[in-house]
């Protein structure tokens, strides 16, 4: 999977608001690899505002330091069921 900072590399001269072939078309452009493409296409066919919405849409994975196997371990913590984060003791 591709990180926000690998889709929006390649949409910087991009002018908004762009419709999602926009996007597509100048990621293509610019030369994006296979990955950056396919997380483009599976964005929602509307009108973006801002690359802000872009990055927002895009099937990437905006935290690339955190792996499903991260997310897994912290969903199976007991510790602490049912507590909102901020009332925790620890």
Do not use: S
């Given at each position: 999977m591709v990180t926000n900072?690998?889709?929006l590399r390649y949409l910087t001269s991009l002018d908004f608001p762009a419709s999602?072939?926009?996007i597509v078309?100048?990621?293509d452009r610019a030369g994006a690899p296979q990955d950056v493409l396919r997380a483009l296409r599976a964005m929602?066919?509307?009108d973006y505002g801002n690359i802000d919405e872009v990055a927002r849409s895009a099937h990437t994975n905006?935290?690339?330091e955190?792996?499903?196997a991260d997310l897994a371990a912290r969903a199976r913590d007991r510790?602490?069921?049912q507590v909102?984060?901020?009332l925790r003791q620890s």
């Open positions: 900072a690998e889709v999602k072939d926009d078309a100048e990621a929602p066919p509307v905006p935290h690339p955190v792996t499903p510790k602490h069921p909102a984060r901020h």
